[in-house]
T-cell receptor
Framework: AQSVSQHNHHVILSEAASLELGCNYS??????LFWYVQYPGQHLQLLLK??????LVKGIKGFEAEFIKSKFSFNLRKPSVQWSDTAEYFCAVNSKNTGFQKLVFGTGTRLLVSP | NAGVTQTPKFQVLKTGQSMTLQCAQDMNHNSMYWYRQDPGMGLRLIYY???????DKGEVPNGYNVSRLNKREFSLRLESAAPSQTSVYFC?????????????FGQGTRLTVV
């Protein structure tokens, strides 16, 4: 079965620090990859997605992620975080196989950015 | 454009009570989902509907039932609520099977069972 691992459960950074959140998945086939963000009290919003092509994906608000197929990883990065980036971040995966494919989420990483 | 709309936003139930969470999407999506979110456990899939007329169990279906009323609406029912069902529930929808598409989420329902 597919699974997604996010190894950092809580991250605390100061403003302007660089961010990297890890995401690894286990699945043998080809996949679609996503990062969602949940700001306090709000619903999940898509940050960025990878379907195919350039493995370096740029999303909203200066975030980017790199798909490394050999490592089954899709790490999220931001060069300089802001206080407004305080949120919970979820990595998610689904298969490209034919037929209905469920979206599987990691357990999330809670980021706190101090001003 | 409303996207995915869930009602209610908050609910408190007594153990044993029943209730239905409503979800509607206006994006003409085929697939709809119900997730629950618990601290440290991420989002876990309760039930999903790949297309109108079909529903299937996800990871944690026990204690829940669903109805795909039509293409737009997918409801989640708790027949006899238990404290273990205290959680935040999210409905989501996504486009056609086989097409690369992301899931869109509703605002969530915070349910407390006492």
């Amino acid at each position: 079965a597919q699974s997604v691992s996010q190894h950092n459960h809580h991250v605390i950074l100061s403003e302007a620090a660089s961010l990297e959140l890890g995401c690894n998945y286990s699945y043998g086939g080809t996949v679609n990859l996503f990062w969602y963000v949940q700001y306090p009290g709000q619903h999940l919003q898509l940050l960025l997605k990878y379907f195919s092509g350039d493995p370096l994906v740029k999303g909203i608000k200066g975030f980017e992620a790199e798909f490394i197929k050999s490592k089954f990883s899709f790490n999220l990065r931001k060069p300089s975080v802001q206080w407004s980036d305080t949120a919970e971040y979820f990595c998610a995966v689904n298969s490209k196989n034919t037929g209905f494919q469920k979206l599987v989420f990691g357990t999330g990483t809670r980021l706190l950015v101090s001003p | 454009n409303a996207g995915v709309t869930q009602t209610p936003k908050f609910q408190v139930l007594k153990t044993g009570q029943s209730m239905t969470l409503q979800c509607a999407q206006d994006m003409n999506h085929n697939s709809m989902y119900w997730y629950r979110q618990d601290p440290g456990m991420g989002l876990r899939l309760i039930y999903y509907s790949a297309s109108e007329g079909t529903t299937d169990k996800g990871e944690v279906p026990n204690g829940y039932n669903v109805s795909r009323l039509n293409k737009r609406e997918f409801s989640l029912r708790l027949e006899s609520a238990a404290p273990s069902q205290t959680s935040v529930y999210f409905c989501a929808s996504s486009g056609k099977t086989g097409v690369n598409t992301e899931a869109f989420f509703g605002q969530g329902t915070r349910l407390t069972v006492v």
